[in-house]
């Protein structure tokens, strides 16, 4: 078995590793243990929405109050752009636009009535609240209190009412998902029967808030529907994992790398690597009844760091990179990797692999481990993409500066091919 390039993790920045990489012509391989942060995310990009604890406003500015290790010194605010413009373009052609100015963070509703800063928001999330706001919920879904949600709004300034809407006949009575809903949005019929009783239920207001599961497969297009029926804006609000604007998005690259014929290895996860000197040349995961090692010419590690368990900690306060067994900064004790409140930072969520200009492992010296190894997005050193709220963002950034590299480093092989 054999690809150009290996691409390890399913998260935001593998699928966006292996998308561009894929668009620019390479032969790739998606290796991964499982789903990654997208079915967990709100389904918006979050650029950088604080910075030792305080709120951001303008994240692109807020970037050079980042420390030099950071992702973002290191990637460049060029890439980052890059990065934000390619993902706009990837989920517009996909139905899935998102809204919002990387200039100026915005307010992404909860479940809780908050508003959570982020950078750019899925369309049906991105409505202006004014005015009065009717908060929506649905008989018989557990997962949204629209009485909870129009409570944190009211404290917020806004002023809210809360109401419950009957859903029409469908195969569920009582005590469904979020996804089980999402599915029933999908049905055109389902949606003709609802949008009068949304319309009831929000007579006099000039927003509605909803949990955001309207519609799962087919995009932007239920919400839409739905809108234009009810007759009046109608704003998602974010709800716990599993978020379906998150498993739209994760549909939309599913779709994307299958037309770009990329392979997928999900539920095997990368077990090793094979060297030879200062290069990998292969990639050894599990299989369903053997080992399987994939040849290739370039590895890209976007395991997600802790989270995403690309970095495991070690009863004596060591921390072992799992793939490659890179280096990572461990601490002289297992306490040592929490704070003291259960909320705040914890220092064991900056833990990453360091890397040099051109994303490859860096030892203590500065000089790159291995020439044809990059690492991009969460597992990245000197940041914590929870608490700074960056992880889209980084994950772009990564991946913007990754396709640079790779496409340089294919150029100077060329040159050296025709001397």
């Known amino acids: 078995m054999r690809a150009d390039v290996v691409v390890v993790g399913a998260g935001p920045a593998g699928l966006a590793a292996a998308v561009r990489l894929a668009e620019g012509g390479r032969q790739v391989r998606v290796v991964a243990r499982g789903q990654g942060f997208t079915h967990w995310g709100a389904g918006a990009v ?8 305080e ?10 109050r980042l420390g030099d290790s950071h992702p973002y010194r290191l990637a460049g605010t060029g890439a980052l752009r890059d990065g934000l413009d390619w993902f706009r373009d990837f989920a517009a052609a996909a139905g899935l636009d998102h809204v919002g100015d990387p200039e100026r963070n915005r307010g992404q509703v909860t479940a809780l009535g908050t508003l959570r800063p982020t950078c750019l928001v899925p369309a049906p999330a991105g409505g202006e609240l004014r005015g009065r706001v009717a908060v929506l919920g649905f008989a018989g879904f557990r997962d949204f209190s629209a009485a909870l949600c129009a409570r944190g709004l009211e404290r917020a300034g806004y002023q809210a009412t809360a109401a419950t809407v009957e859903l029409p006949p469908w195969s569920h009575r009582r005590y469904f998902t979020a996804v089980e809903l999402s ?3 999908d049905d055109g019929d389902f949606r003709t029967r609802l949008a009068p009783a949304l319309a009831k239920a929000a007579a006099g ?6 949990p955001a599961v309207l519609g799962l497969e087919r995009g932007h297009e239920p919400w839409a529907e739905l809108e234009r029926g009810a007759g009046l804006p109608l704003v998602e609000a974010a709800l716990a994992p599993p978020s379906v604007p998150g498993l739209r998005l994760f549909t939309a690259w599913r779709r994307r790398l299958d037309e770009l014929g990329v392979a997928w290895q999900l539920g095997f996860p990368a077990t090793g690597v094979e060297r030879d000197g200062d290069r990998v040349t292969a990639v050894r995961c599990e299989g369903a009844s053997r080992p399987v090692v994939i040849r290739c010419d370039e590895v890209v590690l976007a395991t997600g760091g802790v989270a995403g368990h690309g ?7 060591s921390l072992t990179e799992v793939v490659a067994g890179l280096p990572v900064a461990g601490f002289e004790d297992r306490t040592h990797f929490i704070a003291g409140r259960f909320l705040a930072a914890h220092p064991i969520g900056e833990a990453g692999v360091r890397v040099d200009g051109e994303l490859r492992p860096a030892g203590d010296d500065g000089a790159p481990m291995l020439e044809n190894l990059r690492c991009v997005g969460g597992l990245l050193a000197a940041h914590d993409p929870t608490m700074e709220g960056s992880r889209e963002g980084v994950a772009l950034a990564t991946t913007a500066r990754l396709t640079a590299v790779l496409g340089a480093a294919d150029h100077a092989d060329q040159d050296v091919s025709r001397r």
């Open 46 to 53: 979050d650029v950088l929405g604080r910075v030792g604890g």
């Open 55 to 64: 709120r951001v406003e303008r994240p692109l500015d807020a970037i050079d």
């Open 183 to 185: 599915r029933a949005f």
């Open 205 to 210: 207001a000039d927003v509605a808030v909803v």
């Open 311 to 317: 970095i495991e900690a070690n009863r004596d306060g």
